[in-house]
């Protein structure tokens, strides 16, 4: 409920040097006061807000007596100048994990409820301390994996999408306004725009939300990360270009056929680009049963991938595998790179496989050469260079994609109305459409399912 007051511990299970433990809801301070005993002699109470005090923290034994089991500094931020908007105190104790539980449990003793996933975070949404896109943002960068990631995250939470679907929102109010002032005054010339600059407001929108659409290119590569499959016949150096990738031995590699059995999966960054990687299995045709599993499952893991990186030896002249690859490839509609590996081995099939792929580079991934051509290959087809993740505007997810592209829809439908000669007051229906898809954007107009879906996701503590 959201008028309980909420405890939870914010900082990672574990033994550490502090641990701290963040109460938030109106009876915040009173239930603290139970637990903490300043040092100076003074009530919890009597705090000034934003300042650290240092004191006793007491928990309740089992005859009901409370005693100190640590020292450690309380602050309480007064509503609604905290995280939450609602009262809250944040206790540091010592970092043991039974002296965590214990102070934990004495909170909950003292009258606060255990936080559900992500429940600070949503009060703060509700009570309208960020929007829903800063709220995603805090969550990816609890996620982050990538140093871009972590940027991209930033930008986020400093809410330049809302700032940007906010520019086009005041722009269709403005619209409608001028439209409402010409339905209830018909013969005055009260309206702001006339008909001619309402059709070009709404072009200016239209152009401006098609442009924040395609961000999301960007966004979606660098924030949820391109699903990508290496794959190739057996021992042409998969294993290697995953490891080299990943920046680890992740995947074992031998000159034996068949070493790699299953399909391995890790995210790594290759320049901007987060890659949710998938080693497979050679793909040949084989009597071992096992081997067969996992090639069968590489097939389905290039059905699902938005990038194959398909690698061929350099050196040796396409096999029959090889050529069964290219056919295979040819009726893929995800982005294909043939990575020609072991270049250092020789280069004499080069030019069999620029003849049959728009993207090729020429790597040893047994050394990393010609890694930096990869990284550049896989840029420019998944991100756009002039776009800066720490100062543009840019979508991260689905959610945000489908609310924009709704909204540019509705758009063309109120522009088609004008231009189209039919009367004014028709464009309303489609320009407070356009509205209503851009407030899901940062939550104005968001439904409960989908706010409770995004916060299901965040840690207890936050």
Avoid at 15 to 25: D, E, I, T
Avoid at 70 to 81: E, K, L, S, V
Avoid at 111 to 121: L, N, S
Wanted: charged letters at 25%.
């Amino acid at each position: 409920m959201l008028g309980d007051t909420i405890v939870a511990v914010s900082t990672p299970r574990g033994k550490g040097g502090v641990a701290l433990l963040r109460v938030s809801g109106a009876e915040a301070l009173e239930i603290a006061s139970r637990v903490f005993r300043p040092r100076n002699g003074k009530s919890l109470r009597d705090a000034t807000p934003r300042t650290a005090i240092y004191g006793e923290i007491l928990a309740p034994e089992e005859d009901g007596e409370w005693l100190s089991v640590d020292d450690g500094i309380a602050t309480y931020f007064a509503a609604p100048a905290s995280f939450t908007g609602e009262d809250t105190v944040e206790i540091c104790c010592h970092g043991g994990v039974l002296l965590t539980e214990t102070v934990l449990t004495a909170l909950l003793a003292a009258g606060a409820r255990a936080a559900e996933a992500g429940e600070f975070t949503r009060r703060a949404f509700l009570n309208g301390k960020l929007g829903l896109s800063a709220a995603e943002a805090l969550g990816s960068i609890l996620e982050a994996g990538t140093r871009e990631q972590l940027t991209l995250a930033h930008s986020g939470l400093c809410g330049r999408v809302e700032a940007r679907c906010a520019e086009i929102y005041d722009v269709l109010c403005n619209v409608l306004a001028s439209v409402y002032v010409k339905i209830d005054y018909p013969d005055e010339e009260l309206a702001d725009m006339s008909r001619e600059e309402i059709v070009e407001a709404l072009a200016s929108c239209e152009d401006a939300l098609m442009r924040l659409a395609k961000t999301y290119r960007t966004g979606h590569a660098i924030a949820e990360g391109i699903p990508t499959v290496i794959c190739g016949r057996p021992n042409v150096g998969k294993s290697s270009l995953y490891n080299r990738i990943v920046g680890r031995d992740a995947a074992i590699v031998t000159e034996i056929e068949g070493t790699t059995r299953d399909v391995l999966s890790e995210s790594a960054a290759l320049g901007r680009v987060t890659l949710r990687l998938f080693d497979t299995a050679g793909l040949h045709e084989t009597a071992d049963p096992v081997e067969r599993i996992g090639i069968d499952r590489a097939r389905r893991a290039l059905a699902d991938a938005e990038l194959i990186l398909a690698v061929f030896d350099a050196s040796r002249t396409p096999e029959a595998e090889d050529l069964e690859l290219i056919e295979t490839l040819s009726s893929e509609k995800s982005a294909v790179v043939a990575v020609l590996n072991k270049r250092d081995q020789g280069d004499g099939a080069v030019a069999f496989y620029r003849a049959r792929f728009a993207n090729v580079v020429t790597v040893s991934a047994a050394s990393g050469e010609g890694m930096e051509m990869l990284t550049d290959v896989v840029e420019r087809l998944f991100t756009d260079g002039a776009l800066d993740s720490r100062r543009d505007a840019v979508l991260t997810n689905a959610r945000q994609q489908a609310a924009v592209l709704s909204a540019r829809e509705a758009v063309l439908r109120a522009q088609k109305v004008l231009l189209e000669g039919y009367p004014i007051d028709l464009c309303c229906t489609d320009a407070e459409d356009a509205m209503r898809a851009l407030g899901e954007v940062d939550g104005r107009t968001v439904s409960e399912d989908i706010v409770g879906e995004i916060f299901s996701h965040f840690c207890v503590g936050k």
